[in-house]
């Protein structure tokens, strides 16, 4: 009898802005605590899995020269995990991964993490498991902390790592602008300068993720606005002073308020509907302070499977 080969499945994951990062202390693990309020944006990449004699990763779109394609890609490491949780050989999973990225590398906006989500969900659906989102996200802890919530999307509260995930309620919508750098910049990096910054002095830090929480359930822009707020700002600002000049065009433009995604160096950009996000998209990106600039609307759903095509 001749076996059936399952059709590729391609998966769609968003990229994470931080609405409030606070992070504590180093640690004697040589990690920091993190409180975190996630929200996943409609910027996402897309990642087909299939089942291929010849096995390996291949990445196309922005910034696609900039990433791994051997075993250190997130993506393949999720490949490993998962054929390892399911009895079959790490070693020669007989898969073939696409990524095509559209979220920044090295962007502070998670998109490694994302790849490797969205791995686990293409794999879960190609090799037809019955395995929940639940357990996916105990793997996917082990893979990064910024992978559980590519899983889950939505608005989340992150906590420990960033990795023990509580769903938020945000029922409305938020638009934002999104400001590419040029170039990337390593998340150990910025918390190192964060340290540095810590013993030399005080920088400012983040209060209780309370308030931004009670901004998100009213859904006023203007409110939330007011409670964002990242205390890995000014470690990526010290690495980059250039994000000072990004960060005022788009205030200057009209956004309500503008803080660095993550690690950085992407700038993201709370605006007070779609109609004036467009507009300080268009205008940010004549002021020649970033790369490339996109428009971008959260709370958008976590990985989940798009497409899967019959195979000829
Ligand atoms: P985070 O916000 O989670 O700290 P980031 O958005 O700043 O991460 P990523 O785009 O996830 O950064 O990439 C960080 C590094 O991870 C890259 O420099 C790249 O070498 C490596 N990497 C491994 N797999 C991937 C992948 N699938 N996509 C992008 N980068 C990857």
Not at 83 to 104: S, Y
Not at 208 to 233: F, K, M
Not at 242 to 264: K, P, Q
Request: charged share 20%; aromatic share 4%; proline share 7%.
């Amino acid at each position: 009898m001749l076996a059936v080969v399952p059709p590729p499945v391609t998966v769609r994951v968003p990229a994470k802005v931080n609405l409030h990062l606070a992070v504590g202390n180093l640690r004697a693990d040589g990690y920091h605590d993190m409180v975190t309020v996630f929200q996943a944006l409609s910027l996402h990449d897309d990642v087909t899995v299939a089942i291929a004699d010849d096995p390996g990763i291949e990445v196309l779109g922005e910034g696609a020269d900039s990433v791994p394609t051997g075993p250190s890609n997130l993506a393949w490491k999720a490949v490993r995990a998962l054929a390892e949780h399911v009895g079959r050989d790490p070693e020669e999973p007989k898969v073939r991964v696409v990524i095509r990225k559209n979220i920044p590398v090295a962007g502070g906006m998670a998109g490694g993490s994302a790849d490797a989500a969205a791995a686990l969900v293409g794999l879960a659906s190609l090799w037809r498991l019955e395995i929940g989102r639940d357990e996916l996200a105990l793997l996917a802890r082990k893979i990064g902390a910024d992978v559980p919530f590519a899983l889950y999307g939505g608005t989340a509260l992150g906590t420990d790592r960033g990795d023990q995930i509580v769903p938020v309620l945000a029922r409305h919508p938020f638009h934002w602008v999104i400001a590419f750098d040029k170039g990337g910049l390593s998340t150990p990096e910025v918390f190192t300068e964060l340290d540095r910054l810590r013993a030399d002095g005080n920088p400012p830090r983040v209060g209780a993720a309370e308030a931004v929480l009670e901004g998100l359930s009213s859904g006023d822009p203007r409110q939330l606005a007011l409670l964002l707020g990242n205390d890995l700002q000014a470690a990526a600002v010290s690495l980059r002073p250039n994000l000072r000049r990004t960060l005022r065009a788009g205030v200057n433009a009209g956004a309500l308020a503008g803080m660095v995604s993550g690690s950085g160096p992407t700038c993201a950009f709370l605006c007070s509907d779609a109609d004036s996000a467009v507009r300080v998209a268009a205008e940010l990106a004549g002021a020649g302070v970033c790369r490339t600039v996109r428009v971008a609307q959260g709370p958008m759903p976590g990985a989940r499977v798009i497409a899967t095509e019959e195979a000829p």
